[in-house]
C-alpha cells in the first residue's frame, strides 16, 4: 500500500508540474535601456535630406541635364511657387524660387502626401507643418515678363539655353557677346545661395534647426526622393526683386498637384 500511495502521489506531482506556467526570462534591466530606439519617420526623412544635401555638393558630369527653356520669343511665363508666406505682392519684394507649373505637377500628381512630394521635388525640408501656427502651405501661380526671370546658375544665368554650364571659360577663348552675364544682384544671390546650401546640424536663435538645402548649381533641383528614378527634380528659376506680376491664385498642394492645367 505504501508503494502504491508513493506511486499515485508521483504521478499527481508529475501532472501538476506539467500544467505549471513556465518562467519567462526577463531581460535586466539595464539591456532595457540601451537598446536603441528603432527611428520615427520623421528621422529617417530627414536623414535622407541630409544625404541629398552632400549629394547634390559634389557635381558630376551627369548634373548637367536638358533644362526647360523659356523662348525669347514669350514675352510672358506663367511660373508656381512653394510657399507659407501667402501671396507674393507686387512688385515683389525679395527674390522669388519658381519652377514651371506642369513640369512641378508631374512630380506630385496623385501622391498621398502632397506637401511632402513637392518638399522632396523640389530640394526643401520635409517640414509637415509651417513654422508659423497661423500659416498654412500653399502653392502660388502667377504671370511674370520673362525678362524678369533668370537661371540659378553661376555659369550663366539665360532662361532660353538648355544646360547650365561653364561658359565663362569657355568664352574665354572664343569671346561672344554675353546676353547673361551676372549682374550685381544675381551674384550676390547665388553667393548668398551657395553659402547656405552647403550645410547641416546649424540652428537659428533662438532654436530650432537652420537647414541647408542641396543646391546643385546647375538649373534643376535636387529631388530627394528616395524611390525616384533619377535625382533631377524641375528646372528652377528665379523672379527678381521689383518685378509686377499678374494678380497671384493660390492653391492648396492638393488641389495644385490633382489640377488638370494652369488657371
Not at 508656381?80 to 512641378?104: K, M, N, Y
Not at 569657355?170 to 552675364?181: A, G, L, N, Q
Not at 547665388?190 to 550645410?199: G, P, V
Amino acid at each position: 500500500m505504501k508503494h502504491e500511495a508513493s506511486w499515485r502521489l508521483c504521478i499527481i506531482l508529475t501532472a501538476l508540474s506539467a500544467c505549471t506556467t513556465p518562467q519567462l526570462e526577463v531581460p535586466p534591466l539595464a539591456s532595457i535601456l540601451l537598446r536603441p530606439a528603432s527611428p520615427s519617420a520623421q528621422d529617417t526623412l530627414i536623414a535622407t535630406y541630409e544625404r541629398s544635401i552632400h549629394a547634390a555638393a559634389v557635381r558630376d558630369p551627369g548634373f548637367q541635364v536638358t533644362l526647360r527653356t523659356i523662348s525669347p520669343k514669350q514675352l510672358q511665363a506663367v511660373v508656381a511657387t512653394f510657399t507659407e508666406s501667402g501671396t507674393p505682392r507686387s512688385p515683389t519684394q525679395w527674390p522669388i524660387w519658381v519652377s514651371l507649373p506642369d513640369e512641378l505637377r508631374s512630380l506630385c500628381r496623385g501622391k498621398q502626401d502632397p506637401v511632402l512630394a513637392i518638399q522632396e521635388a523640389l530640394g526643401l525640408p520635409p517640414r509637415a507643418v509651417p513654422t508659423n501656427p497661423e500659416h498654412r502651405w500653399q502653392m502660388i501661380t502667377f504671370t511674370v515678363p520673362r525678362n524678369a526671370l533668370f537661371r540659378p546658375c553661376p555659369g550663366g544665368t539665360d532662361i532660353a539655353v538648355p544646360q547650365c554650364e561653364n561658359r565663362l571659360a569657355k568664352e574665354m577663348v572664343v569671346p561672344t557677346v554675353r546676353t547673361d552675364t551676372l549682374d550685381a544682384a544675381s551674384t550676390r544671390f547665388l553667393l548668398d545661395r551657395l553659402w547656405s546650401s552647403n550645410r547641416i546640424g546649424f540652428s537659428r536663435t533662438p532654436g530650432g534647426p537652420d537647414w541647408g538645402h542641396p543646391f546643385t548649381g546647375m538649373g534643376w533641383t535636387y529631388n530627394w526622393n528616395p524611390i525616384a528614378a533619377s535625382p533631377v527634380g524641375v528646372s528652377e528659376f528665379v523672379v527678381r526683386e521689383g518685378t509686377v506680376i499678374s494678380v497671384p491664385v493660390a492653391d492648396t498642394p492638393f488641389e495644385f498637384c490633382n489640377s488638370r492645367a494652369d488657371r
